[in-house]
């Protein structure tokens, strides 16, 4: 099946620093991925899509410049985290969609990010 | 507003035991319904379903769909203690405008899967 790697896979950093996350799809080209965080116990919370060429279209509630998205390939995809604050402490997963046929489609999930800010 | 509702929330069960988790949906325009299981990382794809009625199979996961009751389920049977997971539902978001978008995902809560040995 299809691999995508996000990296770096655990992070901790300081409160006000920047921390960038990125998310490969490996074998295959996506043009949309997807950006999640995950609270503890907690299931998958959408943040943004991340479309190829052209801007994130943002959540409600996720603020676009605290939380900033790049997707300037078909491979890769960039999540950096603003002005980190410890309640952005969490687990970040990206996923790519991987699309056949009319009606059918997957998404494959990167491993994710644990982002501490302490 | 589409709508995901899993249950139970969780469930501790015996390695050996069966078990049944359910998801029922409310969506303006079904596409498809996914299950995921999900340990420590990031969620890992077991079925995706289109059909009422067909069930798709996985080893000891079977999963079936019934798109008049809106609901799907997941049976793991003889279950181990690495079945210990959370269970999570998805389906494709409807977009505001009215359109349909593949990509985006409504998740479930999950169902918390507790195996003992």
């Known amino acids: 099946g299809a691999v995508v790697s996000q990296h770096p896979s655990r992070v901790i950093c300081k409160s006000g620093t920047s921390v960038k996350i990125e998310c490969r799809s490996l074998d295959f080209q996506a043009t949309t991925m997807f950006w999640y965080r995950q609270f503890p116990k907690k299931s998958l919370m959408l943040m943004a899509t991340?479309?190829?060429?052209?801007?994130?279209?943002?959540e409600q509630g996720v603020e676009k410049d605290k939380f900033l998205i790049n997707h300037a390939s078909l491979t890769l995809s960039t999540l950096t985290v603003t002005s980190a604050h410890p309640e952005d402490s969490s687990f970040y997963i990206c996923?790519?969609?991987?699309?056949?046929?009319?009606?059918?489609?997957?998404?494959?999930f990167g491993p994710g990010t644990r982002l501490t800010v302490t | 507003e589409d709508k995901v509702v899993q249950s139970p929330l969780s469930l501790v069960v015996h390695e050996g035991d069966t078990v049944t988790l359910n998801c029922s949906y409310e969506v303006t325009n079904f596409r498809s319904l996914l299950w995921y299981k999900q340990e420590k990382k990031a969620p890992t794809f077991l079925f995706m379903l289109?059909?009422?009625?067909i069930e798709k199979k996985s080893g000891r996961l079977s999963s079936i769909l019934d798109k008049k009751e809106l609901f799907s389920i997941l049976n793991i049977t003889a279950t181990q203690t690495g079945d210990s997971a959370v269970y999570l539902c998805a389906l494709p978001l409807t977009t505001n405008a009215g359109g349909t978008s593949y990509g985006k995902l409504t998740f479930g809560q999950g169902t918390i899967l507790t195996v003992h040995p």
């Open positions: 289109t059909s009422s009625g």
């Open positions: 991340s479309n190829e060429g052209s801007k994130a279209t943002y």
């Open positions: 996923s790519a969609r991987e699309e056949w046929g009319n009606s059918a489609y997957e998404q494959y």
